[in-house]
Structures are given as C-alpha cells and as structure tokens.
C-alpha cells in the first residue's frame, strides 16, 4: 500500500509501501536469560517515489510481536486523542474447535501476520500517525529502535489505571458525547462478541454436517464395490460426496480470515474506551484545578476581611495561639495572590487543552466511524457471498449424486 510519509532527515513527504512478507520461528534468550521460542515477521519497505528520481531497492528488518506492542502503546501514550489501531490478538480466541488454539500453530501465525500487516497500514493511512517518527524508525530502524522509544521516556506520561479509575469516579461534568461513545464502545465489543461465538458454533455444525457426507462417500464406495449394475452410480456419488467433504477444511479456513476481520473491531471498542479514559483524566484535572484556584481565593478573602466562612486548622491554631501580625498576614496574602495568578493561567491553560483535545479526539472518531462502517459492511458482504457460494456448490453436489442415483 502507497501512504505519505516524512523522511527522518528532512521530514519530506515521500511514498512508501509496506509488507509483513513472513514469519519466521525462532529460538533466543529472553531478559532473564532464559531459552524461549518466538516468532519474527519480516517487514519489507519500498519508496515508489524518490526525490532524485533514482529506483530505491527494498528494506527490509525482522521484528518480534512485543516491538509491535511497543509501538502501539508509544502511540497511545503521545496519541491520546486518537483511536489507536488495535493489534492482532496474541493468541486465538473464538475458534471454532477443530482449529487449534496455539500461538505456534503455522495457520494462526499466518493470520496474524496479515493482522500485524493490517495494522502498519492502518498506522501509514492515518493522517497524523503516519508522521510519527518513531514509527519511521520501526520501519526503517532494525538496530537500537527499543533505545530510541524508550529515550522519549513515554512510559513517564502514561497514566496509570488507578488514576484513570479515580478520575471516572470523581469527575463532576462528565461530557455527555463521551459518555455516549463509551456505551457505544460497550455496545461494539458485545455485539462483535456474540456473532463470534455464533459463528464458531456455526464453523462446529458446519464441520460436522460436511464430515457426514464424508461417510456418505466411504458408504458409497464401499457399496459400490459389491454392486454390478449400481457400481459405477454410487462410486461416481460417493466420488461427489468425497470431494464436497474434503473442501470444508479450506472453507473454514477462509471463515478466519473473516471473523479475523471482526476481531480487528472487537479490539478497537478498547481503543475508544482508551481515548474516553483520557478525555476522563483531562477533565479531573480541570476540576481538580478549578477547585484549587477557588479554594485560595476564598483563602485570600478571608484573611483580606478577617472572617472565615469555613472551619479550618489554621482558623483553630489562630484561635488557640493568638492572631499572626499585619505583616504575617500581609505576606501570606502576597503568595496567595501569586498563586491565584498562576492558578488562573493554569486553568486557562487547561481549558485550551481540553478544548483542544476535544476537538481532536471528534475528528477522529468520526474518522474511525467512517471506516468502521466501510470496513464491517464490506467484511460481512464478502461473508455472505461466501456462504451464498457454498450452498450453491452443496446444491451442486446433490444435483450430481442424484443424477448418478437415477442412472443406476
């Protein structure tokens, strides 16, 4: 896929195609020193369009599951008004039974490298993302790119849960559209959900309903063989039934790529949800600004008229101690007047921020909804085409096996 992109050096625009080309299993030594098998997926980058006109031969550098956890959670952390693109999971989930589970299995690992694949255009096709350069340098840089992410010490500005739970908690006007959009989330991630285990008791049935006419076939051949004048009609059915049996393996394997397709939006509903916990933080911290701004003013009215309007220690340690001097007074209510100044630009500051990070924040959600519902219409139609397909070569098979049974 072509998408703009900014040049390390001189931050000018350029193409690029991307591709997660294969995986590859590997053995290594973990931090703790440890023997561990993992997989590595080898990402291919070509410039189309140079900037002297000269061809550019291909890049290309192997990375591992956790650099791409990596850059995502950077991208969270210095993105957070954005709805992030989610990563393929790490280990299956909503198979149907006959499909296995492991992370090692070479269809899943298949899979997923399209995911991971998916997932760097989705980064390279958004409009801010895209210019990152850290994400430049996952492409680009195979040696020390771990060194580089962490030395703009992102994981000092991520927020930890417990304040963002305190925040949902304690915020006091939470917006009404975020609001909204977390139940939305919530209402995503359950629907996708609930048609995922739908589908793989469907893949179950399905399986079994194709292997029964995998016996038919075995019955067939078998009877075929003591027959004389049926002999040839029940081979040639049971040579139908054979064929229509052996090609639910390919189906279902089809079926994953699709449900993969849903899955891709399961993960994205944590993604919004991640963008509301943040716009949750942005305004407690308002709040909590707020508060404090009128928590000093108030401060500094009662010590400028001499009546305090709310009990206080320092009210009780005037009282049993004696009254500070004017020139006490007169000092504390100098800093207090700083403080009130730098609290109201503080809060200022803060309002602009919010603000911003609001407008932001609904650009791209919009965004996101757009290609949302592009994605999941044209995912669900491919689906149904699919299935469509499949019961007319199941009317197929049945057509032939009955004009094999009327000949007899």
Known sequence: MNFLHMTENNFSLKKIEISVSEAEKRTGRNAMNMQETYTAYLIETRSVEHSDGQSVLTDSLWRRYSEFELLRNYLLVYYPHIVVPPLPEKRAEFVWHKLSADNMDPDFVE????????????????????RDKIF??????????????NETGFQLKADSRLKALNATFRVKNPDKRFIELKHYSDELQSVISHLLRVRARVADRLYGVYKVHGNYGRVFS??????????DGLQSAGHHMDVYAASIDDILEDEEHYADQLKEYLFYAEALRAVCRKHELTQ??????????????????????????????????????????????????KMLEEQIKEGEQQLKSKNLEGREFVK?????????????????????????????????????????AKECFSKM
């Open 111 to 130: 899979r997923r490298r399209i995911g991971l694949e998916n997932f760097l255009l989705r980064v390279a096709s958004h409009p801010i993302l895209c």
């Open 136 to 149: 430049y340098l996952f492409l680009t840089q195979e040696g020390n790119w771990k060194e580089t992410v």
């Open 222 to 231: 078998e009877w075929s063989a003591i027959e004389k004048e049926m002999g």
């Open 284 to 333: 407690y911290d308002l709040e909590t600004a707020a508060q404090d701004l009128a928590a000093k003013k108030q401060q500094c009215e009662e010590l400028a008229t001499g009546t305090v309007r709310t009990f206080s220690l320092k009210g009780m340690t005037t009282k049993l101690f004696g009254q500070e001097t004017p020139e006490q007074r007169e000092a504390r209510i």
């Open 360 to 400: 932001n924040a609904w650009a791209d959600i919009e965004r996101f909804k757009e290609q949302k519902n592009h994605d999941l219409k044209e995912a669900l139609i491919s689906y149904a085409v699919m299935q469509i397909s499949m019961c007319k070569k199941g009317i197929q098979v049945w057509t032939n």
